[in-house]
């Protein structure tokens, strides 16, 4: 078993697929834990809430690598619409995999700065949950052509168009 398991992590679709939660479910966690530190004014957690929304924004990085990996290999796997939803997920990741970076920027500034400037905390702390709704919403974008790659029960709508050449 543990062989299988081993072999498992060296096919980057794999990886793929195990770390690609985390931009999307930890950040949701993340979010809440940090709107709960904002509502109810609890100001030790909140560093811990925006350490996990760095984390997690920073973890978009590996999801992409391993994706971009693994392209070739599930494009053969995938029948013709699953080639397509594959196509528009690559595209849409290209798209907005820096809404994810920006939101790790902003993070460290509101874990780093009130060190220094005690005051930014909350507007910093505010700026982050806007920022990390944009990437709940990018990376909720991605997934949903994601989903449809392989998994024809999802496919409740026709595939995109490919783009053309000259856009």
Known sequence: MMEAILRDLQQPEYLHT????????????????????????????????????????????????????????????ADENGQAWLKEHNRRADELLWVFYVLAAVASAAIVAPKKWPRSSTPLAVATL??????????????????????????????????????
């Open 130 to 167: 806007i920022c990390a709704a944009a990437a709940l919403g990018g990376g909720g974008y991605i997934a949903h052509a994601g989903g449809k790659i392989r998994h024809r029960e999802f496919r409740n709508a026709s595939p995109p168009p490919a783009p053309s050449e000259s856009s």
């Open 18 to 77: 195990l770390i690609n939660p985390l931009p999307i479910y930890g950040l949701v966690v993340a979010f809440c834990g940090l709107a709960a530190t904002l509502v109810f004014r609890i100001r030790n957690a909140r560093v811990v809430a925006l350490s996990l929304i760095f984390i997690c924004a920073l973890s978009a990085w590996p999801a992409a690598h391993f994706g971009e990996e693994a392209y070739d290999r599930v494009l053969s796997m």
